[in-house]
């Protein structure tokens, strides 16, 4: 089947290269809110209504993806080996192709943007909603639904902490598992800088954080959000982007409230060695951000508790390192070594997360303006704070069709 669906990726006819904009974006087809509304070029892809007051563009894609696993299993929608060992009950929606082949549609996606050119200023209004059918049992689930206004984005988008642009190209939706931040509700404010941007946010603290093996529960995080920023410096050659974190952590004990701050900082970027190859890494850590790393994000490691029963911030980092290769105009491979750690408080329990690796080798070919394949091999590493070791590996195979 390998053989097959390697034949399929690469005899195809040639198109014309796309363009170093188009290639910053990451391969899962993120899009990365920003003062920009709509650039003049694309225009002639959206339809005009009102005479020209609104301007709409519908699209997404269809994606069909097989995929087999090696060794110990997870759960089946991303390799996220911080989950190896503990498949969970989220197979609905897959077609069995064997016991441990799956065939999926769940990362189709569609959306609808809106443009209205009102106010003159800063590029007018933009709204912009998107959604695929990865919730639970293969439910519809809202990635993005914002509104961008001159200055300011509103509703849920990606976190102001992720650089989507520095993101490698790949066929699994996980991606890195020390891949920073998320998509969530809040506010932010955006500015251009000459060439470079600033962003401030205030956005939704996520989900309760009482620590694994406590009676401790979490305060529903009221009256709370989290602060995030980040200055991003374009260059010729790519761009940096360091990016910022506060949080304001708490649980309730009996009566009493247990306060903890967090806080964490994260540096990104995509460096091109020629007009088509480039590098993109990330690097970030902090106390109490667990839930920003991809592989963390269900770990509850933000807070834990000491070997003398006091309950205390959790320090988690991680980074990797991609490579992009073109072999030609369509064809390119893609690959990225990534870690992610939390140093750990003496009382939590022995299988608790302390470590994960991830490596991933795929190729990823333009069968046409509208049809793009790619077949990747990935392999994940769980390290347990007793020591215990879980490692697993998985094939997968993308056809999307772009509508």
Not at 129 to 151: C, I, M, W
Not at 336 to 356: E, I, K
Request: proline fraction near 5%; charged fraction near 20%; glycine fraction near 12%.
């Amino acid at each position: 089947m390998a053989l097959l669906c390697l034949a399929l990726v690469w005899h195809t006819p040639v198109r014309a290269q796309p363009s170093r904009d188009e290639r910053t974006l990451d391969g899962s087809g993120e899009v990365n809110a920003s003062y920009t509304q709509i650039p003049s070029t694309l225009q002639t892809e959206y339809q005009s209504f009102f005479d020209e007051r609104l301007w709409l563009k519908a699209g997404g894609f269809v994606q069909l993806e097989a995929l087999g696993d090696f060794g110990t299993r997870g759960r089946p929608f991303a390799l996220t080996p911080s989950q190896l060992g503990s498949p969970g009950s989220d197979s609905a929606g897959f077609v069995p192709l064997g016991e441990d082949a799956r065939l999926r549609f769940r990362r189709t996606r569609l959306y609808l943007d809106a443009y209205s050119p009102y106010p003159g200023w800063r590029g007018g209004l933009r709204g912009y909603a998107e959604v695929d059918f990865s919730g639970k049992n293969g439910q519809l689930n809202v990635r993005h639904l914002y509104l961008t206004l001159p200055y300011f984005v509103i509703g849920r988008t990606n976190s102001a902490f992720k650089d989507p642009n520095a993101e490698p190209e790949s066929v699994d939706p996980g991606g890195p598992n020390a891949k920073l931040g998320l998509r969530q509700q809040g506010v932010r404010l955006v500015l251009p800088v000459g060439e470079d941007v600033f962003s401030l946010g205030v956005e939704d603290p996520g989900p309760g954080l009482s620590p694994v093996g406590t009676d401790l529960s979490d305060d529903g995080l009221v009256r709370k959000v989290d602060l995030t920023a980040h200055y991003r410096k374009n260059m010729e050659w790519g761009h940096l982007q360091l990016a910022l974190v506060r949080r304001d952590l708490s649980l309730l004990d009996g009566s009493s409230t247990q306060s903890f701050a967090g806080w964490g900082v994260g540096l990104s970027g995509q460096v091109f060695v020629d007009d088509r190859d480039n590098f993109q890494f990330e690097v970030a850590g902090g106390p109490g951000i667990g839930r920003y790393l991809n592989d963390l994000a269900a770990t509850r490691s933000e807070l834990g508790v000491a070997a003398s029963g006091q309950v205390g911030t959790q320090v988690a980092w991680g980074g990797y390192l991609a490579y992009q290769h073109w072999l030609d105009e369509e064809t390119r491979l893609n690959t990225y070594l990534s870690t992610v750690q939390v140093n750990l408080l003496g009382g939590q329990p022995a299988d608790s997360l302390q470590r994960s690796y991830k490596i991933s080798l795929n190729v990823m070919r333009d069968l046409s303006d509208n049809l793009r394949a790619g077949l990747e091999y990935q392999h994940g590493l769980r390290v347990s704070r007793d020591g215990t070791t879980l490692d697993g590996g998985r094939l997968e195979f993308m056809l999307r069709y772009g509508l």
